[in-house]
């Protein structure tokens, strides 16, 4: 189960991506999010597209690997399809103009399509382009990235400090929790209990027996690292140092204004058409 985890596991190739700066990778994601919302076209979504494929290759990540990324979530762009494009057409049949086929109370039209089509596209560079920032990044840096960004902003001085710590224990949870389920299904396997032969309600039956241990398990987890920060002295807010520095060099700041002008030019094409 853990080898299937593809989103969130960190793939060193030694790339230049790679050594970026967290802050400016999370920058650039946020950036590049902006730019897929603001851009409604398919010239705005097709120069996006360019871009993050030559951000992709020169991760020096195989592009098959960023492929599987979309695996977990196909049904769920199947849906944002088939949404877009039966409310598309319910809209251009209030023109009266432009319709594909009707089949009776489904009707397909050109601007269904387009923006059935537009939506994917939007989505699939999202999943993709996350993907590039978790495979180039370990947990901890993010974290700490994540950290660096929103401390300037904070209110108080312990709330960088208090997220980044819950983003990190929790990304450090999964691949535990994972272990503990799978050791859970081979018991059931054990025992008997054959995944293939079951109907719905035996496996959503199957599910609840899965769901309670595991989650019993997370809280006894919680319960054993909270004792164990304590006993060290772990205090938030306390000053600490780090055994690797975050440095902002000057292919960052590239890396960002890069990115900084995807929003911008999509916000302009779409003011000006």
């Given at each position: 189960?853990?080898?299937?985890l593809?989103?969130g596991r960190m793939?060193?190739t030694?790339?230049r991506v790679?050594?970026?700066d967290p802050r400016a990778?999370?920058t650039?994601m946020?950036?590049?999010t902006?730019?897929?919302i ?6 705005q979504?097709l ?11 020169a991760t020096?990540?195989?592009?098959k690997?960023?492929?599987?990324t979309?695996r977990?979530?196909r ?12 409310a598309?057409?319910?809209?251009e ?7 594909l086929?009707?089949l009776?109370?489904i009707?397909l039209?050109a601007a269904g ?12 560079l999202l999943i993709v382009f996350t ?6 990044t370990?947990p901890s840096m993010?974290s700490?990235?994540?950290?660096g ?9 312990t709330g960088?400090?208090?997220?980044s710590?819950?983003m990190r224990?929790?990304l450090?949870?999964i ?6 389920a799978?050791?859970i299904?081979k ?6 209990a054959?995944?293939?032969?079951m109907?719905l309600?035996?496996?959503?039956r ?8 595991v989650?019993?398990?997370a809280?006894r987890?919680a319960e054993?690292l909270?004792t164990?920060l304590e006993a ?6 306390a000053?600490r ?15 960002t204004?890069?990115?900084?002008l995807?929003?911008v030019g ?5 003011l000006?058409?």
């Amino acid at each position: 189960m853990r080898d299937k985890l593809i989103i969130g596991r960190m793939i060193p190739t030694g790339s230049r991506v790679h050594g970026l700066d967290p802050r400016a990778k999370i920058t650039a994601m946020l950036l590049f999010t902006a730019a897929l919302i603001l851009s409604n076209g398919w010239p705005q979504l097709l120069v996006l597209a360019a871009l993050s494929l030559i951000v992709l290759l020169a991760t020096r990540v195989p592009l098959k690997t960023y492929l599987r990324t979309l695996r977990p979530m196909r049904w769920l762009i199947l849906f944002v399809f088939l949404f877009q494009l039966l409310a598309g057409a319910g809209t251009e049949a209030a023109a009266g103009d432009g319709f594909l086929w009707t089949l009776g109370p489904i009707t397909l039209s050109a601007a269904g399509l387009s923006a059935a089509l537009l939506a994917v596209m939007r989505m699939v560079l999202l999943i993709v382009f996350t993907a590039m920032l978790t495979f180039t990044t370990t947990p901890s840096m993010l974290s700490r990235g994540i950290e660096g960004l929103i401390k300037p902003i904070s209110r108080r001085g312990t709330g960088a400090e208090r997220f980044s710590l819950m983003m990190r224990l929790a990304l450090r949870f999964i691949p535990a929790l994972l272990e503990e389920a799978q050791t859970i299904l081979k018991a059931q396997a054990a025992r008997g209990a054959d995944y293939e032969e079951m109907n719905l309600k035996e496996k959503a039956r199957l599910l609840m027996s899965l769901l309670v241990p595991v989650t019993v398990g997370a809280f006894r987890r919680a319960e054993e690292l909270t004792t164990s920060l304590e006993a060290r002295g772990y205090r938030i807010g306390a000053p600490r140092t780090s055994y690797r520095q975050l440095i902002w060099r000057r292919a960052d700041t590239w890396f960002t204004v890069l990115f900084a002008l995807l929003p911008v030019g999509a916000l302009l094409v779409r003011l000006t058409v």
